[in-house]
């Protein structure tokens, strides 16, 4: 089955590649892997605006992260045409707006883990770091980063 397919029998539609906010480019690529810029969650078009262990809870956080996948998959296909070209997501690096006593940046991060396993099977098995941070911009609730390699 397809990357498209597979998208298509989980109700998923990428949306096209976000202007950067900043003095950066969405995703550089050199060789056979392609780095994707951070890109912050989003929930009606909006930055999903949110600090985890004060305003917001995990599962609300994991949704996001999922969120986030999805736009991150829009660049990838934007960077390479065909996501049937990746042939590996190499690495997810998640940034999680949180207290400093919330301890489960982890498992937030696995909302957008676990949707790369579900689309790209075993080549969305990926190396990630989850980190807590004191704020992200724009006060969104989840940033996270990707490294792909593609044929």
Same mark, same amino acid.
């Given at each position: 089955?397809?990357?498209?397919?597979?998208?298509?029998?989980?109700?998923?539609?990428?949306?096209?590649?976000?202007?950067?906010?900043?003095?950066?480019?969405?995703?550089?690529?050199?060789?056979?892997?392609?780095?994707?810029?951070?890109?912050?969650? %989003?929930? !009606?078009?909006?930055?999903?605006?949110?600090?985890?262990?004060?305003?917001?809870?995990?599962?609300?956080?994991?949704?996001?992260? %999922?969120?986030?996948?999805? !736009?991150?998959?829009?660049?990838?296909?934007?960077?390479?045409?065909?996501? !049937?070209?990746?042939?590996?997501?190499?690495?997810?690096?998640?940034?999680?707006?949180?207290?400093?006593?919330?301890?489960?940046?982890?498992?937030?991060?696995?909302?957008?883990?676990?949707?790369?396993?579900?689309?790209?099977?075993?080549?969305?098995?990926?190396?990630?770091?989850?980190?807590?941070?004191?704020?992200?911009?724009?006060?969104?609730?989840?940033?996270?980063?990707?490294?792909?390699?593609?044929?």
């Amino acid at each position: 089955m397809s990357i498209a397919d597979k998208l298509k029998q989980l109700n998923i539609t990428l949306p096209p590649v976000a202007t950067p906010a900043a003095a950066y480019v969405p995703f550089v690529r050199t060789g056979n892997l392609v780095f994707i810029s951070g890109h912050i969650a %989003r929930k !009606d078009g909006k930055p999903w605006v949110g600090q985890l262990g004060k305003t917001m809870g995990t599962e609300e956080g994991k949704a996001a992260a %999922r969120a986030i996948a999805v !736009d991150l998959m829009g660049t990838l296909a934007a960077a390479v045409g065909d996501l !049937d070209k990746v042939r590996r997501i190499v690495k997810l690096m998640s940034l999680v707006n949180s207290t400093p006593d919330f301890t489960e940046q982890h498992l937030v991060t696995n909302g957008a883990s676990e949707l790369f396993g579900q689309v790209f099977g075993d080549k969305g098995a990926h190396a990630r770091s989850a980190f807590g941070v004191a704020q992200i911009p724009m006060g969104a609730c989840v940033e996270i980063e990707l490294i792909a390699e593609v044929g």
